[in-house]
């Protein structure tokens, strides 16, 4: 359940920052943009799930992120 905490959080955030000046469509797309962002960053510096282990990234846990922005 943390993940939809969380995937709500960044389309809330999302909202605040352009509050007035869009809906929450705009939000949950700029919310997956940043999600993506992290998953590409943590393939690209940590692709072996020894160093996700070692760093606490976690690219499952970003993805159910996004599967839950989705489904807002």
Do not use: F
Request: aromatic share 8%; net charge negative.
């Amino acid at each position: 359940m943390r993940e939809k905490l969380k995937a709500q959080e960044l389309v809330d955030k999302m909202l605040y920052c352009y509050q007035g000046h869009s809906a929450i469509y705009t939000a949950k797309q700029c919310a997956i943009i940043a999600v993506n962002e992290l998953i590409k960053e943590v393939n690209i510096d940590c692709a072996n799930s020894d160093c996700q282990q070692q760093t606490g990234y976690n690219i499952s846990y970003w993805q159910q992120i996004e599967r839950e922005i989705e489904d807002l």
